[in-house]
């Protein structure tokens, strides 16, 4: 995996002055309705083909999903097959299945009198699902990345899926010694290891470069807004449940009230904490983009950038949104997924802005030849995406 | 017929303006200046992807590696279906708003019908294949992994009582059977069959029960969904529609959960309507061959219908489709025989054997 280069301390967040003046344009043209068809026809085939057709399901949204998207005018292309992605998953189900056999048979049958040794056994088995979630997660991206094209020229993902895998492993394992504080390291490390390894072509490539003072520091204003808003809560319930049964609750004379304020509050709670994440997230997804760069690809690093990336929606659009997709997923049991990646690519498109002039018709096809199965994990692992 | 587009060579990100024209059996690029750029043949040329209103027209060619042309007139697949002969996929751009989605969404449920008909057809036939020694494993498991760790309630004289129940039952049925009852240590008041012969009473439902003639109405009536084997068809109806729903949903991510929902199933829901008439009618046909009086299922019936309010209490057996009305009045006329189905003291052994009270 290749790193940003030592030396002189990054700024805490990489945002200087947009290179070169100019702006790229992205937009995305899809239509709900147009979506909706696509995904009837996807439900019939799927029905009649008893699900084998899911990896062509998925493979005509995303072809929808790119070329209704453009860069410059010009549509994005999705060039995967249905094919390799049954055969990825073919491959991985392959493996998965007889482990997760063998542990079962473990654990339920030979060690069925010793619940301890059992779950001794299954330790290092969750590890080992976290471990290859996040070798599913790379080289799912590094597959979709491949048969992503601009004008013709192939994006690409370099770097080791394995070493992606072991630094999810660690850092998940932080995250959990650190009852969660380690979160923005974590994404920062992590979307370095991917961003640092992402080039278009031959000719350009992502640079990701930050510190992670900023962000950590955003991360606590959210841990200690949960944290006050979990006891909040818990202290509310406690002291309307003394109040209401010094009285003659026995009776049942506030049943209703008991029954409701609580839910209310919880519903408030859960609320709540959304807003709080999601406004972390707005300022999490600023940060890092803020720390992106397109640089030439040949060279060394900390050239000048061609590109400079932000994210401009405010912390209170990004809520909007989020909520707003959720409460529909949630209200619709699912089916207004179309709706939401529809609207959700409009959003994306509407506040990415890559600020930069780069001269975009010299940029030469990359010469690295493309994984030729993929996502068969990612699948297994059901790590979602389009 | 001409056309204006522009041409990715696949090797740089030059965006070159061009002139297609379609010929007899090619399609001919050339440059603005005139010179030619390449011919894609009709046979093996392809769209990148469906096309929508308003969206340029992707091709590729089999034969020309990374190369791509775009023409932003989609009219161009017509022409092309003229001269090529072949159809170029563009159905995206005929779709028409609602009407479109319609159709489609009608395709869907008639499908989705289709596809449970024959399902629901198929069980009954895919229920004889199961091997008998298959059922009987899975009986065992599900019913210790129902019973948990409260267990059964132990006592050999109850459990030999039940036997003989069950024996008396079978006496002279056409289908030979070999059941195992028991009752387990939990206070719904509910009994259930599962493959293999299982059948389990709960504690509640023992508690439940006034007289001896109820509870070998409610085991007739579990044994015989046992011998239709009922419980195998129903399981298999229900895993049939989970894969279904998956399949639709396009979930592959595995079925490991069903594996732990089979003793759900199978205690929690209810047969069918014409499952349940069946074995009512065979229960009473038991009952009646073995001389045991058969209102014990009316009686209960009618009591726990008065109680109908307190769902928990409302065993599954109630919870199906026969109105209760019609299915007691069914039973009323069928029951013939007049006799006891266990002695005083032995319903005395079953009442106590799990601790509770007597009488």
Redesign the interface.
């Known amino acids: 995996m290749e790193n940003a280069p030592p030396g002189s301390r990054p700024p805490e967040t990489a945002s200087m002055e947009p290179p070169g003046g100019g702006e790229l344009s992205l937009a995305h043209h899809g239509k709900t309705g147009e979506l909706y068809a696509i995904s009837l026809i996807n439900v019939l085939y799927r029905i009649l083909t008893l699900g084998v057709y899911h990896f062509w399901a998925k493979t005509r949204v995303r072809k929808y999903v790119w070329s209704q998207t453009s860069l410059q005018g010009e549509r994005f292309e999705y060039t995967g097959r249905a094919l390799e992605m049954l055969i990825g998953y073919a491959l991985a189900m392959g493996i998965l299945i007889p482990l997760v056999l063998a542990w079962q048979f473990l654990v339920q049958v030979l060690l069925v009198g010793s619940p301890g040794l059992g779950g001794l056994v299954s330790l290092p088995v969750y590890l080992g699902f976290i471990y290859l979630a996040g070798f599913a997660r790379y080289s799912s991206l590094r597959y979709m990345l491949s048969r992503t094209r601009w004008r013709g020229i192939r994006f690409g993902l370099v770097g080791s899926p394995w070493n992606f895998a072991l630094a999810t492993l660690g850092y998940t394992t932080l995250l959990g010694m650190t009852m969660g504080l380690y979160w923005p390291m974590m994404q920062i490390h992590l979307s370095g290891a991917i961003l640092n390894n992402l080039y278009f072509g031959d000719s350009l490539r992502v640079r990701f470069q930050t510190g992670t003072g900023g962000l950590f520091r955003k991360f606590l204003l959210f841990w200690g807004g949960a944290a006050l808003l979990y006891f909040g809560i818990m202290v509310f319930i406690v002291v309307l449940f003394r109040l209401t049964t010094t009285e003659d609750s026995s009776q049942g004379a506030l049943p209703l009230l008991q029954m409701a304020v609580p839910m209310l509050a919880v519903a408030g709670a859960v609320t709540g904490f959304s807003a709080l994440w999601l406004a972390y997230r707005a300022a999490e997804l600023r940060f890092l983009a803020a720390a992106t760069r397109l640089e030439p690809a040949a060279g060394p690093g900390g050239q000048p950038p061609l590109v400079q990336v932000a994210v401009d929606f405010s912390t209170w659009e990004y809520i909007k949104f989020k909520m707003t997709n959720n409460a529909a997923m949630v209200l619709s049991l699912g089916m207004a997924y179309p709706w939401v990646l529809t609207r959700t690519m409009h959003f994306a498109c509407k506040h990415l802005r890559l600020q930069g002039d780069p001269d975009l018709d010299a940029l030469a096809q990359s010469s690295a030849p493309p994984p030729r199965t993929g996502e068969g994990l990612a699948e297994a692992f059901d790590l979602g995406g389009i | 017929m001409e056309y204006t587009g522009y041409y ?8 070159q303006p061009v002139r297609v024209t379609l010929e007899n059996t090619a399609l001919t690029v050339y440059a603005l200046d005139g010179g030619l750029i390449c011919r894609f043949s009709y046979q093996g040329l392809y769209l ?3 096309v ?1 209103p ?3 027209v ?1 091709l590729r060619h089999h034969e020309a590696g ?3 042309l775009i023409v932003e007139d989609d009219r161009i697949l017509e022409t092309l279906h003229l001269r090529a002969g072949k159809s170029m996929g563009g159905w ?1 751009r005929h ?1 028409s ?2 009407r ?2 319609a159709v ?2 009608s ?2 449920v008639v ?2 019908g289709l ?1 449970l008909w024959a399902l629901n057809m198929a069980v009954p036939h895919l229920t004889v294949l199961v091997p008998e020694s298959w059922e009987r494993q899975l009986g065992a498991l599900v019913v210790e992994q129902m019973a948990g760790e409260k267990g059964f309630c132990t006592g050999e004289e109850a459990a030999e009582i039940l036997s003989g129940l069950a024996g008396r039952l079978l006496e002279g049925a056409e289908t030979p059977g070999n059941f195992r009852v028991r009752i387990a240590r939990d206070p719904m008041v509910n009994a259930f069959a599962a493959p293999g012969g299982e059948v389990v009473f709960m504690k509640g439902i023992i508690d439940e029960f006034q007289s001896p003639e109820e509870l070998a109405a409610v085991l007739s009536h579990e044994m015989a969904h046992g011998l239709n084997r009922h419980p195998t068809g129903k399981l298999l109806r229900v895993i049939g529609l989970k ?2 729903f ?9 079925l ?1 959960g069903t594996a732990g929902q089979i003793t759900e199933v199978l205690v929690l829901n209810a047969y069918g309507r014409e499952d349940e008439l069946e074995a009512d009618l065979l229960g009473v046909e038991m009952l009646n061959r073995a001389g045991i009086r058969g209102d014990g299922l009316v009686t209960l019936l009618e009591r726990l219908g008065q109680q109908g309010g307190n769902a928990s209490g409302l065993p599954r057996l109630l919870a199906t489709h026969p109105g209760h009305g019609e299915r007691i009045d069914r039973l009323k006329g069928m029951a013939s025989a007049t006799g006891a189905a266990l002695t005083p003291e032995q319903w005395q052994l079953v009442r106590q054997s799990c601790g509770g009270g007597g009488g």
Do not use: I, K, M
């Open positions: 990715h060579d696949g090797q740089t990100s030059a965006r990148s992807e469906d929508f308003g969206q340029p992707r990374e190369a791509a995206g779709f708003g609602l479109g989605l489609l969404l395709g869907v499908a989705s596809v894969l279904f998956n399949a639709t949903l396009g979930d592959v991510s595995g490991a």
